[in-house]
């Protein structure tokens, strides 16, 4: 019986009868190709990976940061922490007041009874973050002695490693932390890393969430940040810092 054996396609099982002996394979079913393949785009293939790899880490570290911005923890706590931004000869930065509102409110409802201000000061200022902070409470009914002010810090790790100082020296250990929804991932995982029992609870208003251009550039900047402290423990590089408004 005749039989085109060249027509046969690649990894097709091809038997013949020859007389009354057994069926014989005569084609080879597996031709291993791959080594020939060019280094090149076995280099393209590789750059490709990473790249998916990167884009799927940084897909997943946005998700993250929104996840938890959006999440309003308020369990009854030994203290509430605000952390600083901009302020202006004294003056709150609408970014840190929208903070210090929220810190108002959950004051108000009892879920601690004792607040920090915490944040330093940029050259030529004449207050540090944490003392304009304190004066705005103060201001707005919240008793002087249950205000503790810490002005250190010029970035998010500086300003937690002092409150973790502060809360082990007074035997506290719970905290909730209020920022930008999207700053929340981040500062939790730096206080507890200190040893803080830390949850969020973000200010749901302010420039940080107005408008859809301003929260991707938020979340972006703090998925950043966040990847960076995991790698390197270190604050945030410069590349991913926003002014406040």
Same mark, same amino acid.
């Given at each position: 019986m005749p039989c085109d054996v060249g027509r046969v396609p690649i990894g097709t099982l091809l038997f013949v009868r020859v007389g009354l #002996?057994?069926?014989r394979l005569i084609v080879n079913p597996f031709r291993?190709?791959?080594?020939?393949?060019?280094?090149?785009?076995?280099?393209?293939?590789?750059?490709a990976a990473v790249l998916l790899g990167?884009?799927? !880490?940084?897909?997943?570290?946005?998700?993250?940061?929104?996840? @938890? +911005?959006?999440? *309003? %923890? /308020?369990?009854?706590? *030994?203290? !509430?922490v605000v952390l600083g931004a901009s302020q202006y000869d004294g003056r709150p930065s609408a970014v840190l007041a929208a903070r210090l509102d929220h810190v108002l409110e959950l004051y108000r409802e009892g879920i601690a009874p004792q607040v920090i201000t915490v944040g330093g000061k940029q050259p030529g200022d004449r207050y540090t973050e944490g003392e304009a902070s304190a004066t705005y409470l103060r201001q707005r009914g919240i008793p002087p002695d249950r205000v503790l002010v810490l002005p250190e810090g010029s970035n998010?790790? +500086? #300003?937690?490693?002092?409150v973790a100082g502060l809360m082990? #020296? /007074? %035997?506290? %250990?719970?905290?909730?932390? @209020?920022?930008d929804p999207w700053h929340s991932l981040r500062s939790r995982t730096m206080a507890r890393d200190l040893g803080v029992d830390a949850v969020t609870s973000p200010a749901d208003r302010?420039?940080?969430?107005? +408008?859809f251009g301003t929260q991707v550039r938020y979340i972006i900047r703090e998925g950043i +940040?966040?990847?960076w402290y995991q790698l390197f423990r270190q604050a945030s590089p410069p590349s991913a810092t926003t002014r406040a408004v």
């Open positions: #002996s057994r069926p291993v190709t791959w080594y020939r393949v060019p280094w090149w785009r076995w280099m393209m293939r590789a750059v990167i884009m799927v !880490l940084a897909v997943v570290t946005f998700l993250q940061v929104w996840w @938890v +911005g959006r999440e *309003d %923890h /308020r369990p009854r706590s *030994d203290v !509430l998010t790790l +500086g #300003s937690l490693t002092a082990n #020296s /007074r %035997h506290w %250990h719970t905290a909730v932390l @209020v920022t302010g420039p940080a969430v107005h +408008g +940040g966040y990847r």
